[in-house]
Every structure is written in C-alpha cells, then in structure tokens.
C-alpha cells in the first residue's frame, strides 16, 4: 500500500520539541487520572495515551489534535463495562478491551464507507450539555477519595447521600490533602500557564508520600502499575457479549467523535488548516484498535489537551509523537515513584483536568438565542438522573425527535410574483408581491419525507378549499434533495385528486434525485421540470389554456 504523500510527516521543528515536552507534563496525570475515572488499572490509561498520541502522529490530519483517553470516554466506559463485568478485574479487563476494540472497528468501518460528513450526527447542544453535565458527575465520584469513604455505584445522587450518611468516618487527613493539591492545580494553572501544573502537584504529591509518610496519617497512593501484566491479544468473549458490546461501542463511538471532531474542527477554523473527516475517523479507529490489543482504554481528541499543544507551540503532528517519547522515558524512569501519587491528589487532578468543561458561557448562548434550551437542560440532567449511559441515549435521542417534530411542524409558504419579476416570494414578507391567477404557487419550507408527507398534503387541500377558482397548481420542491416512498404515494394521491377536479398540477425547482425517482412512479397528469417557478407557472398555464 502507498503512503499516500499529503499523510507524510514534516520535518520537526523546535517548537514541536518544546510543545511536546510541555504536552508530556500535562498528559502523563490526566492519564493516570482517567483510568481512574474509568475503574481501570493506572496502565490502561498509559497505555491508551501511547496509542492514541502514535496512531494519531502517523495518521491523523490536525497538526494541534491530540488523541488519548478523555474524561467522557473514561466515564462511558466505567459505565459501559460496571454492569457487564460485575466488579471482577480479569473481566473488566478483557470486556473494556472487547468495547475500544469495537469501537475501533466501528470507526475504521465509518473511514470506509466515507461517513466522516456524518461527524454532526449528534448535536452541539447535546455535546455541550452532556459534557457539563458528566464534569459534574466526574466531580461527585471524586469526593469518596477525598473524604477515604466507600460507596456502593457510581449514581451521583446515591455517592452523595452516602457520604453525608458516612460524615462520622470522613478521613480529614486525605481532604486537606486533595484541597491543597487542587489549590496548587489552579493557582498554578491560572498565573503560570506554562507550566505543566498536573505534573508539578503530582511530583510534590509523591514526595510526601514518600518523604512525609502520608500513609502512616492514612493517605495511600494508587499502588501498583503493573505494565508486566499485559497480554496483548484479542479477547475471548461469548458471542452473546460481543453483541452487547457492539450496542455500547455504538454509543461510545457517537460521543468520541463528536467530541473530537468538535476540538479538530475548531483549532482547523482557527488556523485556517484543511479538514480531512474520513481520515480522523481513520485514524482514530487505529487508536482504538491499538489501545484495545495491549488493553488500554478508549481514546479521542480531547479540546483540552488539543488547546494546550496549540498553545504550546505545535506546528505538526511531531509534538505528539515527541509527547509519547518523552512520556515513555517519563515511566521508564519513574514508574516506581509515579505507583506512590497520593489517592487524593490524583482525585485533585482529575476535577482540575474536567473543571474547563463546567463553564456557564459555553451553554448561555442557547439561552440568549432560544433555541435548544430544553436539548441542553435536558442532557445536563439526563446525566446526573439517569447515568453517563443511558443519559448520553435519552439526549441524543431527544435531540433527534426535536428534529424530526420540527421537520414535521413544517410550514407551507404561499408565493407570488414580486412586482414585474420572474422572481417568486412568500406573500406574507414583502407588500409588493401580488399571486398568479388561478393558479397557486406553494413551497414546503422543510425538506419533505415520511413524517411530513401527510401534513404537507393536508395543508395544501386546505388552502385548494380556500381557493376554488384555482386551475392549477405550481408546488416547488427545492427544498427536497430526495423524495423516499410515503412522499411518492402522497404526491400520487394529490395527483390524481386535481385530475378529479379538473386541476393540474406542475412539480418544479426538481432536485436530480427528486426528478429522477419521480419519473419513474409515472405519476398521472403531473408535470415534472427542474426549472424555475416563473417557467413552471408559464408551463401551468399552457396546460388549461
């Protein structure tokens, strides 16, 4: 196979170098911090940033994106497998491999057949909310290390009400802790951006653990990141489970595209760099495939991570790879004293890495704007009433039946002619538009197809009623790409209806599709013709002359 030469990687430059040293900082925490919040081991999280920043280096398009576990994907996936695998690690294990898998090949499936144009399936105000609403969540599942107190499940309502019922055993020790480790994450993150906060507070988490016996006070570290307990392979799973995973991998494979499609869009329309949406889902799908093989978690392009690298210094794909070297020789070096991070100072990093998301201003304009309010109020609390899971389903799926209700409520403009003109326009907007004689002039102001066919129809008889002089009707359908089997039925009936009554009835401003499927249903006295309205009206009128 050619490499195909617009995938080659440029020569590094020293910003690359330097954004990428400065990348390893923030990435190696958050890494340990999300396998966390996935209930994975510290290495899944390791792992899954090696295959992330390499498969994306290699073949990825954004030279600022940066693929690695995130904290939706960790959350999605400790949902995702908790219930399947009930608490057993070997099967926790092997099914989180079995769901990055899928979703890899989902994602590598999707490059294929060409469906990077599909990146807006799911809607920016359903991200946004949904996001708010996990940052949330994350954020109560944090408290339990905090405060060193056990809680049965992950619903936030539930944590919260049994650590109120276990105030008696808070452990105060791990709190002063975890609050002078976020203090330090956000004072260093606001006055000294440069520096990789996440690495510095850890550094200084381990030191006294080490040096200070926060043990003996009852603080513990994270233990053990055992790397030698890898099996790279294929898991061996049920059929029966395989489908079930393939039904979470769907879900999972919506929300990390998204996202990531979302951060590399954004950097992209900054820079004024080219997008390439079938290659991001290509490589992506590599990185999963990647992290899944050496049992790692499911990767993305975080904006956190990606605005970081951009304000790093980035100038390619180089600073990822020089991030997953540095980071590398990091744990080579330093895995021994990377197992002693105090429990709650890696609580700390994990609010301090999903804080960005919990910003008022990325959800007000919906409600300045009016549109969209119930989408994102109801994705905020479909999360912390329902679970990260079935939350992220119960939007999306709101999110569509808005869309389709709307597409159903369509409208039905009425035109005339404005002034002298060839040029047609709805009647109620402009004072100098005056209607054809005897003939009515309609446009459906939405696409038509199964849900509004019927409507459509029945608005369009009701304004025939209306109008009895009428000989012919002129309905344009540029609004329509494309004409499915309920809209040739309800276009046969109408058909046929004006033939009883003497009407006829011309279809313009015929989309290629359109035109063509509808020559094929032959449909009895109607007048198909691509061009304008002005010349369907003179075609209406040779028919009753």
């Not at 002078?180 to 906060?197: I, T």
């Not at 080490?210 to 061996?236: C, K, R, T």
């Not at 003497?502 to 499927?517: D, F, P």
Request: hydrophobic letters at 55%; proline letters at 5%; a neutral charge.
């Amino acid at each position: 196979m050619k490499w195909p030469a617009d995938w080659a990687l440029e020569r590094p430059t020293g910003r690359d170098v330097l954004a990428g040293l400065s990348l390893a900082g923030l990435l190696l925490p958050e890494a340990v911090a999300y396998a966390g919040i996935g209930n994975m081991p510290p290495q899944a999280g390791l792992v899954a940033l090696f295959a992330g920043l390499l498969a994306y280096g290699l073949l990825g398009a954004s030279r600022f994106a940066v693929v690695s576990a995130t904290s939706s994907s960790a959350a999605l996936l400790a949902a995702a497998v908790g219930s399947l695998s009930l608490g057993h690690l070997d099967w926790r294990m092997s099914l989180s491999a079995g769901l990055v898998g899928l979703t890899g090949a989902m994602f590598v499936l999707g490059a294929l057949a060409r469906l990077g144009v599909a990146s807006a399936f799911v809607a920016k105000p359903v991200v946004r909310g949904y996001t708010f609403g996990l940052a949330l969540v994350i954020i109560i599942r944090q408290l339990p290390s905090w405060l060193a107190v056990s809680t049965v499940g992950s619903d936030p309502l539930s944590v919260i009400r049994q650590l109120v019922a276990a105030r008696s055993s808070w452990h105060l020790p791990s709190l002063l802790v975890g609050l002078l480790a976020l203090v330090a994450l956000f004072g260093l993150g606001r006055r000294m951006r440069w520096l990789p906060a996440g690495l510095i507070v850890m550094g200084a988490g381990i030191a006294a653990q080490m040096g200070w016996g926060l043990a003996q006070h009852g603080v513990h570290p994270i233990g053990l990141i055992a790397f030698d307990q890898i099996s790279p392979g294929v898991p061996q799973l049920a059929w029966a489970q395989w489908l079930r995973l393939g039904e979470l991998a769907f879900a999972m494979v919506l929300i990390l595209y998204a996202e990531s499609y979302t951060s590399i869009r954004s950097l992209a329309l900054r820079h004024g760099d080219p997008v390439a949406p079938d290659r991001d889902l290509l490589a992506l799908g590599a990185a999963n495939l990647l992290s899944s093989v050496f049992q790692g978690m499911p990767v993305g392009a975080g904006y956190s991570a990606s605005v970081a690298n951009e304000a790093a210094g980035a100038r390619s794909r180089w600073a990822g790879l020089v991030a997953a070297a540095t980071v590398a020789v990091m744990i080579w070096l330093l895995l021994p004293w990377v197992a002693q991070t105090p429990v709650p100072v890696l609580a700390a990093v994990v609010v301090w890495a999903v804080s960005h998301t919990l910003r008022w201003e990325v959800l007000a304009p919906y409600f300045v704007w009016q549109r969209d309010r119930l989408v994102v109020a109801a994705a905020v609390l479909a999360v912390l009433v329902l679970g990260v899971l079935d939350g992220l389903l119960v939007s999306i799926g709101l999110s569509l039946f808005l869309t389709l209700k709307e597409l159903a409520d369509v409208r039905l403009a009425v035109l005339g002619r404005l002034k002298d003109s060839h040029d047609f326009v709805e009647q109620d907007l402009y004072p100098d538009v005056h209607p054809e004689p005897d003939i009515l002039v309609v446009r459906p102001e939405a696409p038509m197809f199964f849900w509004n066919a019927e409507r459509l129809m029945t608005l369009l008889q009701r304004r025939l009623s209306q109008q009895p002089q009428v000989k012919a009707v002129v309905l344009s359908l540029e609004e329509s790409p494309d004409l499915d089997g309920s809209c040739i039925e309800a276009l046969r009936e109408l058909s046929l209806q004006l033939i009883r009554s003497g009407q006829y009835l011309v279809i313009a401003r015929l989309k290629s599709k359109s035109y063509a499927v509808l020559q094929r249903a032959h449909l009895p006295g109607a007048v198909l013709t691509v061009l304008s309205i002005d010349e369907a009206v003179a075609l209406a009128r040779k028919q009753f002359a």
